[in-house]
């Protein structure tokens, strides 16, 4: 809450977006009821859930302060006109085309590994007799 009200103080402008399209206000609902979910599992020793809902809550708020700035990517403190956007910032067809290529390449190779990580070291870690 407390970074809430300091990202208000600086950017009072932050919730003009969803002023303008009320759909967005399930994303603070999702960090919220994510917020409630984490403790809630947690208590009951229910990881995945717990997990799931920590995962939400991540997402949510990143995902809630990328669509406060929309169409805005970093905003200049000087003039709005100096303001990186997403239309200034936008490259050309081919190097999208090329930057799209080597990203399918790059995820297929981390969700390989890391399915092969997660494979190799399932389960949860238990204590020996000996307490190694």
């Known amino acids: ?9 600086v950017r009072p402008q932050a919730l003009d977006n969803f002023h303008l399209r009320p759909w967005g206000w399930i994303i603070p609902a999702v960090v919220a009821a994510s917020l409630i979910a984490m403790p809630f599992f947690h208590t009951r020793e229910r ?7 920590s995962s939400a809550y991540i997402v949510g708020t990143l995902g809630g302060a990328a669509f406060s700035m929309y169409p805005i990517l970093l905003p200049a403190s000087t003039d709005p006109r100096y303001s990186l956007t997403i239309h200034n910032a936008k490259t ?5 085309s090329v930057g799209l290529i080597w990203w399918l390449i790059g995820t297929a190779l ?9 494979r190799f070291f399932s389960g949860k870690v238990s204590l020996d007799e000996d307490g190694y």
Do not use: E, K, N, R
Request: net charge negative; hydrophobic share 55%; proline share 3%.
């Open 1 to 9: 809450m407390l970074s809430l009200v300091a990202s208000l103080y």
């Open 47 to 53: 990881d995945w859930p717990a997990f799931l809902s």
């Open 110 to 118: 981390a969700i390989g590994y890391f399915t092969f990580l997660y």
């Open 92 to 96: 050309g067809a081919y190097s999208m």
